[in-house]
Nanobody
Framework: QVQLVESGGGLVQAGGSLSLSCAAS????????MAWFRQSPGQEREFVAA????????FYPNSVKGRFTISRDNAENTVHLQMNSLKTEDTAVYYC???????????????????WGQGTQVTVSS
């Protein structure tokens, strides 16, 4: 089992920045693909970013590309999401997710992730 704990959410004005972190435990961190998803009330869980087990490859949807950056520290068992130029539509609960690195399923599909954090609220005001 993998335990994931997010931190760093909060309230920020549009155009501002926030950084989220996720601490992992319970399994060798470098054996995991890590990702961030978000969910707003009444909406489907949406893919935000993913990073390969080594950190060499990252993935983003067009909605956040160029504004968000995912990174990981395999020595500290943490993954980060730096969010810049935030928009009101980025308001959501943000979830950290993990799956085995050998899993070759759609990296943007939330059903392909076995482990989830509890979520952290990000609110962007206008």
């Amino acid at each position: 089992q993998v335990q994931l704990v997010e931190s760093g959410g909060g309230l920020v004005q549009a155009g501002g920045s926030l950084s989220l972190s996720c601490a992992a435990s319970g399994q060798t961190f470098s054996d995991l693909t890590m990702a961030w998803f978000r969910q707003s009330p009444g909406q489907e869980r949406e893919f935000v970013a993913a990073i390969s087990y080594s950190g060499s490859t990252t993935f983003y949807p067009n909605s956040v590309k160029g504004r968000f950056t995912i990174s990981r520290d395999n020595a500290e068992n943490t993954v980060h999401l730096q969010m810049n130029s935030l928009k009101t539509e980025d308001t959501a609960v943000y979830y950290c997710a993990a799956r085995a690195a050998h899993n070759s399923g759609d990296i943007a599909a939330h059903v392909m992730y076995a482990f989830w954090g509890q979520g952290t609220q990000v609110t962007v005001s206008s």
